[in-house]
């Protein structure tokens, strides 16, 4: 009996040695020693910074801490759809002997209502490299885009959600090739 109680204890001994070194070796695996303590994100890749969007003053989301991002099964659309977006592009946008190519990317936020807002435009050449475009071509799809405005909000756990949306215009030689997404 002695016995059999000494070896439950060995047992249980061993098992909780186990148990903490490899409480301990996860645990230095993870240590904030080994995270940047400078140039730290402060927001997740797809944050739209209010004080630095156009077209922001007046526009209200429902949610700050909760703005989905455009990838999710029933997210927001334009009101007539994919096609009905590249239609009213198209017939608005006029090239102005632009030699551009690239692609001219506008990001924004679609609030629970279905209101666009907080818009920032990002430049890149066809290599995805940052490039600066006509001035012109910029303002006039901006003003296209902006222009866009009956959206199906994002629908997530029963409600109408805030989420991030993004057009993306495939430029080549002033002509617009694709619109994504």
Known sequence: MIKALKIIGIIIGVLIIAYASLVLYFN???KPKHFPSEGIFEHSAQYIDPEKALLNDGFEVCNEQFICQYYNPERATYSDGKNGLR???LSNYKNDNYTDSGYLNIRFVINCKGEAGRYIIH????????QVFNQDLVTQLFKITTQLKEWNPNFVHDEYRDSYMYISYRIENGEITEIIP
């Open 87 to 89: 239609k009213f592009v």
């Open 28 to 30: 230095n695996q993870v």
């Open 123 to 130: 430049e890149n050449n066809l290599d995805l490299e940052p």
